[in-house]
């Protein structure tokens, strides 16, 4: 008996390409996977605007969407335009309440107005921000994560990821997130499935987790 596929809809982080799913296998009989890539943003482009554009690129009804620290923001503004069958976060937060102090510190001191240029001139400063401090060992690995280094685009991402301002969680969201997450601390973190030892980076170290369970985790009610 024919059975209809799954579709999956993957989101990286800031910055990064979709390469860090490159070791996330789902089983062929059951999901097709696909992988959304980052748009330039428009000037003064909204997020709610920038996730109705980015929908335009999924080809199929019903989804799940999956997404990754800032990917994981945008799924769950493009999960306002269209159906989802499932959205799932990783290493990301659900709420403008999840942010680290310093984040909600550099929201009111406009703080985030000068990281931009730092990092699109410093790919070590960079790589630290978009995926943690303990990225610094293997940094010449997580390089080729990174595919955008457009300043336009840092800018808008940065500065809508820490003025991001949704109050209220999406129920029916799942969220994953590892205990030494060192960019979104767990401490902030509620109501989510806990990875041990999973640091912000967890989809690329910890992949052999989310192939045993992202199935049951997608199938599940």
Not at 48 to 68: E, M, P
Not at 71 to 78: D, F
Not at 109 to 133: C, E, H, R, W
Request: aromatic share 10%.
């Amino acid at each position: 008996m024919y059975q209809q596929l799954i579709h999956v809809y993957f989101m990286p982080g800031m910055a990064a390409s979709p390469k860090i799913f490159e070791y996330i296998k789902l089983p062929e009989n059951q999901f097709e996977i696909h992988y959304l890539e980052w748009l330039l943003p428009i000037d003064n482009e909204v997020i709610t605007d920038y996730a109705l554009r980015l929908s335009k690129h999924i080809k199929h009804d019903n989804v799940v969407l999956i997404g990754v620290s800032f990917g994981g923001v945008i799924v769950q503004e493009i999960s306002k335009h269209i159906n989802v069958r499932k959205l799932i976060i990783i290493s990301s937060v659900k709420s403008l309440y999840e942010l680290p102090k310093h984040m909600q510190l550099a929201k009111v001191t406009m703080a985030y107005k000068l990281l931009p240029t730092q990092l699109v001139s410093n790919i070590d400063l960079f790589a630290k921000y978009a995926f943690g401090n303990n990225v610094t060992k293997r940094l010449e690995l997580y390089k080729k994560y990174l595919s955008v280094n457009d300043s336009h685009y840092l800018s808008w991402a940065i500065k809508n990821m820490i003025c991001w301002n949704q109050e209220i969680p999406n129920p029916n969201l799942i969220h994953i997130h590892g205990d030494i997450d060192t960019v979104f601390p767990i401490k902030n973190i509620k109501d989510c499935m806990t990875i041990k030892n999973g640091s912000h980076i967890m989809i690329i170290n910890k992949y052999k987790w989310f192939n045993e369970h992202l199935p049951s985790i997608i199938l599940g009610n």
